[in-house]
């Protein structure tokens, strides 16, 4: 199953249009928590105050404001906002395509299936052509006022747009500026074994969050008035530089 | 670079333990506004307000509750939540490795980056690099606030990332929407797969910038033009402003991301 059809477009490339209507492809369900005033439960609801007179401001009396420097805005009316939101046209437009392993994970924002619309020919072609090459169709699109960039990338006669992350919203690694520690090759070495005898086929519905079925036993048995104990946090000691050989030999006996 | 910790604990494998903090790995780029109060041109904060007693609640008098009937609660501590699974709540055990290239890229979530704290570089930087060298992520599960995670960590450019990961039963299948019997003809195959052949590139995410982003620079820079830009009074911190704990912050920036899709 997937979930509801929440656009509808086609896309375009070389002299090809193929219709499609997007679906969700992921459903999170969770138990959902409200925050209340401790003292006598009341539902709280989030109010934007003003950090000046410290009193809560109602929606019409609110604007908004770029800051060119600290405490300095230029405020923007929403009709001047509105002017530079994209205008739709229903083409999900595909630029250029890629090799699918080419594509850096953290890019990968929502996931969508497309499904053929009106007549599936072209899209199957299309789907069965893409595996075939094994590329993935790098593509910009506007859904509801907004511009995405995308990937389309046929997995096993399907069809998903993957929507990516623009360049300059990752965070680049090298920023983090960590340093450098030497290691022996003696630890790389032993660090590779134990990590190869730790693998295990990739199976992930072999995981489940048992944490959830938890959670609501513990509500359940708040409701029925019992007592909850209070466990602290495991933490662990933290392996010491000089230690680290020593653990890694351990743990490689261990796994053997 | 400082960057700010979400989180801080251990991950660990086997019988080896580093202390870690997790930092964001996204930024969101959008060219993104503040909300003023139009009066006096002073920033709006978001604060938790009572209905009932119509005053803002300040972080230590806020509790979540769980509703099991209309109107009523079920009180949870942040010590009760913590309480649920606490071997998973200060610790990112990894608890198998497996081969990068097996994982469907449907599975990933939200990337964040892990960093080292004092005394772990040497076990962090041997993780990074025999990762690096087999290819391989670690899979674990840990427990932020109410939510338990699946996470992939992996070796990247010298860091640590940590991916959270949907569960395989958040994933719909979609196999209703291809239908089983399907007609390919060979012209339309031959016909797409040169137009895709002709247009095969190299992965290049940096040219793809956002249009409107454009168009509100300009704007922007329009207006700079036009007027001065107005001046917000000052106001000094309070003690005690915002979110409680990381945990509340991480939430307010996840709740950011959402009303911002």
Same mark, same amino acid.
Request: aromatic share 6%.
């Given at each position: 199953?997937?979930?509801?059809?929440?656009?509808?477009?086609?896309?375009?490339?070389?002299?090809?249009?193929?219709?499609?209507?997007?679906?969700?492809?992921?459903?999170?369900?969770?138990?959902?928590?409200?925050?209340?005033?401790?003292?006598?439960?009341?539902?709280?609801?989030?109010?934007?105050?003003?950090?000046?007179?410290?009193?809560?401001?109602?929606?019409?009396?609110?604007?908004?404001?770029?800051?060119?420097?600290?405490?300095?805005?230029?405020?923007?009316?929403?009709?001047?906002?509105?002017?530079? &939101?994209?205008?739709?046209?229903?083409?999900?437009?595909?630029?250029?395509?890629?090799?699918?392993?080419?594509?850096?994970?953290?890019?990968?924002?929502?996931?969508?299936?497309?499904?053929?619309?009106?007549?599936?020919?072209?899209?199957?072609?299309?789907?069965?052509?893409?595996?075939?090459?094994?590329? &993935?169709? /790098?593509?910009?699109?506007?859904?509801?006022?907004?511009?995405?960039?995308?990937?389309?990338?046929?997995?096993?006669?399907?069809?998903?747009?993957?929507?990516?992350?623009?360049?300059?919203?990752? /965070?680049?690694?090298?920023?983090?500026?960590?340093?450098?520690?030497?290691?022996?090759?003696?630890?790389?070495?032993?660090?590779?074994?134990?990590?190869?005898?730790?693998?295990?086929?990739?199976?992930?519905?072999?995981?489940?969050?048992?944490?959830?079925?938890?959670?609501?036993?513990?509500?359940?048995?708040?409701?029925?008035?019992?007592? /909850?104990?209070?466990?602290?946090?495991?933490?662990?000691?933290?392996?010491?530089?000089?230690?680290?050989?020593? &653990?890694?030999?351990?743990?490689?006996?261990? &796994?053997? | 670079?400082?960057?700010?910790?979400?989180?801080?604990?251990?991950?660990?494998?086997? *019988?080896?333990?580093?202390?870690? %903090?997790?930092?964001?790995?996204?930024?969101?780029?959008?060219?993104?506004?503040?909300?003023?109060?139009?009066?006096?041109?002073?920033?709006?904060?978001?604060?938790?307000?009572?209905?009932?007693?119509?005053?803002?609640?300040?972080?230590?008098?806020?509790?979540?509750?769980?509703?099991?009937?209309?109107?009523?609660?079920?009180?949870?501590?942040?010590? !009760?939540? !913590?309480?649920?699974?606490?071997?998973?709540?200060?610790?990112?055990?990894?608890?198998?490795?497996?081969?990068?290239?097996?994982?469907?890229?449907?599975?990933?979530?939200?990337?964040?980056?892990?960093?080292?704290?004092?005394?772990?570089?040497?076990?962090?930087?041997?993780?990074?690099?025999?990762?690096?060298?087999?290819?391989?992520?670690?899979?674990?599960?840990?427990?932020?606030?109410?939510?338990?995670?699946?996470?992939?960590?992996?070796?990247?450019?010298?860091?640590?990332? *940590?991916?959270?990961?949907?569960?395989?039963?958040?994933?719909?299948?979609? !196999?209703?929407?291809?239908?089983?019997?399907?007609?390919?003809?060979?012209?339309?195959?031959?016909?797409?797969?040169?137009?895709?052949?002709?247009?095969?590139?190299?992965?290049?995410?940096?040219?793809?910038?956002?249009?409107?982003?454009?168009?509100?620079?300009?704007? *922007?820079?329009?207006?700079?033009?036009? %007027?001065?830009?107005?001046?917000?009074?000052?106001? !000094?911190?309070?003690?005690?402003?915002?979110?409680?704990?990381?945990?509340?912050?991480?939430?307010?920036?996840?709740?950011?991301?959402?009303?911002?899709?």
């Amino acid at each position: 199953m997937a979930g509801a059809t929440i656009w509808k477009g086609y896309i375009h490339f070389g002299d090809t249009d193929v219709p499609v209507k997007l679906h969700t492809a992921v459903r999170e369900e969770r138990i959902q928590f409200h925050l209340l005033h401790r003292g006598d439960q009341v539902r709280l609801r989030q109010q934007m105050v003003c950090a000046y007179e410290k009193q809560p401001v109602p929606a019409e009396e609110q604007s908004k404001g770029f800051e060119v420097e600290e405490g300095k805005y230029i405020i923007v009316d929403p009709a001047e906002l509105e002017q530079t &939101a994209p205008e739709s046209n229903r083409m999900i437009e595909v630029h250029e395509f890629v090799k699918t392993g080419q594509i850096d994970p953290m890019f990968l924002d929502r996931l969508y299936y497309l499904e053929p619309d009106i007549q599936g020919k072209e899209f199957h072609a299309l789907v069965k052509t893409m595996e075939e090459l094994d590329v &993935a169709g /790098i593509c910009t699109w506007t859904m509801r006022k907004r511009s995405y960039f995308g990937a389309l990338q046929a997995r096993g006669k399907m069809l998903r747009l993957n929507t990516l992350r623009y360049a300059d919203e990752v /965070i680049p690694a090298g920023s983090l500026e960590l340093q450098d520690v030497p290691l022996s090759e003696k630890e790389l070495k032993i660090g590779s074994e134990l990590i190869e005898k730790l693998t295990a086929p990739f199976e992930p519905q072999k995981f489940e969050s048992e944490h959830q079925k938890k959670l609501q036993a513990m509500i359940d048995k708040k409701a029925r008035g019992e007592k /909850i104990a209070i466990l602290a946090p495991r933490r662990l000691k933290p392996t010491e530089s000089d230690k680290l050989l020593q &653990a890694l030999e351990a743990s490689l006996k261990k &796994a053997a | 670079m400082a960057v700010q910790g979400i989180w801080s604990g251990t991950v660990s494998f086997s *019988l080896v333990a580093i202390p870690v %903090r997790l930092v964001k790995a996204i930024e969101p780029g959008r060219i993104s506004f503040r909300l003023l109060h139009g009066k006096d041109y002073s920033p709006l904060r978001r604060r938790m307000f009572c209905p009932e007693e119509e005053t803002m609640v300040p972080p230590d008098e806020i509790i979540r509750g769980f509703e099991i009937l209309p109107g009523q609660y079920v009180l949870m501590t942040d010590e !009760e939540l !913590e309480s649920v699974s606490p071997e998973r709540s200060r610790t990112i055990e990894i608890v198998e490795f497996i081969d990068r290239k097996e994982v469907d890229p449907v599975y990933y979530d939200h990337p964040y980056y892990l960093v080292p704290s004092k005394g772990g570089e040497k076990a962090y930087q041997l993780l990074v690099e025999v990762m690096r060298r087999t290819n391989k992520a670690g899979l674990a599960k840990f427990v932020l606030a109410e939510r338990e995670y699946l996470v992939a960590v992996t070796s990247r450019d010298g860091v640590l990332a *940590l991916t959270t990961l949907h569960y395989s039963e958040e994933i719909l299948s979609g !196999e209703d929407l291809s239908p089983r019997k399907e007609k390919i003809a060979a012209e339309d195959q031959s016909r797409i797969k040169k137009s895709i052949e002709h247009m095969i590139a190299d992965f290049d995410p940096g040219k793809y910038a956002d249009g409107r982003r454009k168009k509100l620079m300009d704007l *922007l820079a329009a207006k700079v033009k036009e %007027r001065a830009p107005v001046e917000a009074p000052a106001v !000094e911190e309070e003690a005690g402003e915002g979110p409680a704990d990381l945990v509340a912050a991480l939430e307010e920036s996840m709740q950011k991301v959402k009303e911002n899709r």
